[in-house]
Protein backbone atom coordinates (compact mmCIF):
# COMPACT_ATOMS: atom_id res chain seq x y z
CA UNK A 1 0.00 0.00 0.00
CA UNK A 2 1.64 3.48 -1.25
CA UNK A 3 1.69 6.58 1.20
CA UNK A 4 -1.12 7.92 -0.61
CA UNK A 5 -3.28 4.80 -0.32
CA UNK A 6 -2.67 4.92 3.88
CA UNK A 7 -3.46 8.53 3.82
CA UNK A 8 -6.72 8.33 2.15
CA UNK A 9 -7.63 5.69 4.49
CA UNK A 10 -7.07 7.49 7.65
CA UNK A 11 -8.89 10.61 6.67
CA UNK A 12 -12.04 7.99 5.44
CA UNK A 13 -11.23 6.80 8.89
CA UNK A 14 -11.70 9.64 10.47
CA UNK A 15 -14.60 11.55 8.30
CA UNK A 16 -16.57 8.43 9.91
CA UNK A 17 -15.47 8.68 12.87
CA UNK A 18 -15.56 12.69 13.43
CA UNK A 19 -19.61 12.34 12.02
CA UNK A 20 -20.18 9.68 14.28
CA UNK A 21 -18.09 10.89 17.70
CA UNK A 22 -17.41 15.02 16.82
CA UNK A 23 -14.16 16.22 17.45
CA UNK A 24 -13.98 15.75 20.95
CA UNK A 25 -15.29 12.37 21.02
CA UNK A 26 -12.81 10.58 18.20
CA UNK A 27 -8.95 10.08 19.04
CA UNK A 28 -6.11 9.06 17.50
CA UNK A 29 -5.71 5.86 18.67
CA UNK A 30 -9.71 5.23 17.02
CA UNK A 31 -8.74 6.76 14.29
CA UNK A 32 -5.38 4.50 13.54
CA UNK A 33 -7.66 1.47 14.60
CA UNK A 34 -10.22 2.39 11.72
CA UNK A 35 -8.38 2.93 9.34
CA UNK A 36 -5.77 -0.12 10.03
CA UNK A 37 -2.35 1.42 10.21
CA UNK A 38 -0.37 1.77 13.29
CA UNK A 39 -0.13 4.59 15.44
CA UNK A 40 3.30 5.58 14.67
CA UNK A 41 2.18 5.69 10.69
CA UNK A 42 -0.61 7.51 11.69
CA UNK A 43 1.70 10.44 13.76
CA UNK A 44 4.10 10.43 11.24
CA UNK A 45 1.62 11.66 8.87
CA UNK A 46 -0.54 13.69 11.41
CA UNK A 47 0.93 15.05 14.77
CA UNK A 48 -2.58 15.52 16.62
CA UNK A 49 -6.26 14.96 15.65
CA UNK A 50 -6.89 18.54 14.89
CA UNK A 51 -4.05 17.93 11.71
CA UNK A 52 -6.03 15.45 10.76
CA UNK A 53 -9.26 17.19 11.09
CA UNK A 54 -7.50 19.84 9.08
CA UNK A 55 -6.40 17.87 6.21
CA UNK A 56 -9.98 16.84 6.16
CA UNK A 57 -11.48 19.71 6.06
CA UNK A 58 -9.35 20.73 2.86
CA UNK A 59 -9.76 17.68 0.94
CA UNK A 60 -13.38 17.83 1.76
CA UNK A 61 -13.56 21.96 0.58
CA UNK A 62 -11.84 21.22 -2.68
CA UNK A 63 -14.22 19.04 -2.97
CA UNK A 64 -16.93 21.48 -3.19
CA UNK A 65 -15.24 23.84 -5.14
CA UNK A 66 -14.77 21.21 -7.90
CA UNK A 67 -18.60 20.58 -7.71
CA UNK A 68 -19.10 24.16 -7.74
CA UNK A 69 -16.73 24.86 -10.60
CA UNK A 70 -18.37 22.02 -12.82
CA UNK A 71 -22.21 23.43 -12.07
CA UNK A 72 -20.92 26.50 -13.25
CA UNK A 73 -19.37 25.14 -16.33
CA UNK A 74 -23.19 23.02 -17.42
CA UNK A 75 -25.54 24.60 -19.70
CA UNK A 76 -27.77 27.25 -18.98
CA UNK A 77 -28.02 30.64 -18.40
CA UNK A 78 -26.12 32.52 -15.93
CA UNK A 79 -28.94 32.15 -13.16
CA UNK A 80 -29.09 28.77 -13.85
CA UNK A 81 -25.93 27.64 -13.56
CA UNK A 82 -25.22 29.72 -10.02
CA UNK A 83 -28.42 28.45 -8.89
CA UNK A 84 -27.13 24.45 -9.94
CA UNK A 85 -23.44 25.46 -8.33
CA UNK A 86 -24.66 27.18 -5.47
CA UNK A 87 -27.22 24.00 -5.08
CA UNK A 88 -24.32 21.74 -5.57
CA UNK A 89 -22.32 23.06 -2.68
CA UNK A 90 -24.86 22.91 0.12
CA UNK A 91 -25.84 19.66 -0.89
CA UNK A 92 -22.49 18.28 -0.63
CA UNK A 93 -22.30 20.00 2.91
CA UNK A 94 -26.14 18.61 3.65
CA UNK A 95 -24.97 14.79 2.62
CA UNK A 96 -22.11 15.36 4.61
CA UNK A 97 -23.30 17.07 8.01
CA UNK A 98 -26.86 16.53 7.63
CA UNK A 99 -26.77 13.16 9.65
CA UNK A 100 -24.66 13.50 12.27
CA UNK A 101 -25.90 15.19 15.25
CA UNK A 102 -22.56 16.64 15.41
CA UNK A 103 -22.95 18.58 12.47
CA UNK A 104 -22.74 22.08 14.55
CA UNK A 105 -19.48 21.17 16.49
CA UNK A 106 -18.07 19.99 13.33
CA UNK A 107 -18.98 22.97 11.13
CA UNK A 108 -17.72 25.21 14.24
CA UNK A 109 -14.22 23.63 14.28
CA UNK A 110 -14.55 23.46 10.99
CA UNK A 111 -14.55 27.31 10.60
CA UNK A 112 -12.00 27.69 14.01
CA UNK A 113 -9.23 25.39 12.60
CA UNK A 114 -9.65 25.59 8.11
CA UNK A 115 -10.04 29.81 8.20
CA UNK A 116 -7.56 30.14 5.77
CA UNK A 117 -8.96 27.86 3.76
CA UNK A 118 -12.37 27.97 4.14
CA UNK A 119 -11.63 32.65 3.55
CA UNK A 120 -9.81 31.41 0.31
CA UNK A 121 -12.69 29.27 -1.24
CA UNK A 122 -15.20 31.69 0.22
CA UNK A 123 -13.06 34.39 -1.84
CA UNK A 124 -12.91 31.87 -5.08
CA UNK A 125 -16.68 31.34 -5.25
CA UNK A 126 -17.30 34.89 -5.14
CA UNK A 127 -14.99 35.88 -8.05
CA UNK A 128 -16.42 32.76 -9.95
CA UNK A 129 -19.94 34.03 -8.89
CA UNK A 130 -19.28 37.62 -9.93
CA UNK A 131 -17.27 36.28 -13.36
CA UNK A 132 -20.39 34.73 -14.42
CA UNK A 133 -22.71 38.00 -13.76
CA UNK A 134 -20.60 40.07 -15.76
CA UNK A 135 -20.17 37.64 -18.58
CA UNK A 136 -24.06 38.04 -18.59
CA UNK A 137 -23.52 41.56 -18.51
CA UNK A 138 -24.96 41.89 -15.27
CA UNK A 139 -24.02 45.47 -13.85
CA UNK A 140 -22.29 45.55 -10.52
CA UNK A 141 -21.49 41.94 -10.60
CA UNK A 142 -18.77 41.74 -7.86
CA UNK A 143 -21.46 43.48 -5.17
CA UNK A 144 -24.50 41.64 -6.58
CA UNK A 145 -22.02 38.30 -6.35
CA UNK A 146 -21.59 39.09 -2.53
CA UNK A 147 -25.17 39.69 -2.04
CA UNK A 148 -26.18 36.43 -3.42
CA UNK A 149 -24.32 34.04 -1.61
CA UNK A 150 -25.04 36.15 1.70
CA UNK A 151 -28.09 35.68 0.95
CA UNK A 152 -28.04 32.51 0.59
CA UNK A 153 -25.95 31.65 3.25
CA UNK A 154 -28.61 33.42 5.19
CA UNK A 155 -31.11 31.17 4.11
CA UNK A 156 -29.44 27.88 5.12
CA UNK A 157 -29.53 29.59 8.42
CA UNK A 158 -33.28 30.91 8.52
CA UNK A 159 -34.72 27.38 6.78
CA UNK A 160 -33.63 24.18 7.66
CA UNK A 161 -35.44 22.80 4.84
CA UNK A 162 -33.53 21.84 1.80
CA UNK A 163 -35.88 22.28 -0.12
CA UNK A 164 -36.87 25.79 0.94
CA UNK A 165 -33.39 26.70 0.50
CA UNK A 166 -33.44 25.45 -3.21
CA UNK A 167 -36.73 27.05 -3.91
CA UNK A 168 -35.34 30.41 -2.12
CA UNK A 169 -31.88 30.52 -3.83
CA UNK A 170 -34.09 30.34 -7.32
CA UNK A 171 -35.89 33.49 -5.96
CA UNK A 172 -32.89 35.03 -4.87
CA UNK A 173 -30.71 34.18 -7.68
CA UNK A 174 -33.29 35.19 -10.50
CA UNK A 175 -33.70 38.55 -9.19
CA UNK A 176 -29.97 39.59 -9.20
CA UNK A 177 -28.69 37.43 -12.02
CA UNK A 178 -30.19 40.11 -13.88
Known amino acids: MTATDKSLRILEAAKDLFLQN ?5 SMEAIARK ?27 GDYRRAFAEALAGPGSAAERLIAAIGAKYDSIDRLLGQSPHGPELMAEHMRLNRTVFDDLRAWVNEQTAAVL ?24 EFPSTADVARLTRFVVDRLAR
Not at 22 to 26: A, D, F, N, V
Not at 44 to 57: N, Q, S, T
Open 22 to 26: GLRGT
Open 134 to 157: QAEGVPDAAERARVILAAVDGLKV
Open 35 to 61: AGVAKPTLYARFPDKEAVFVALGTAIM
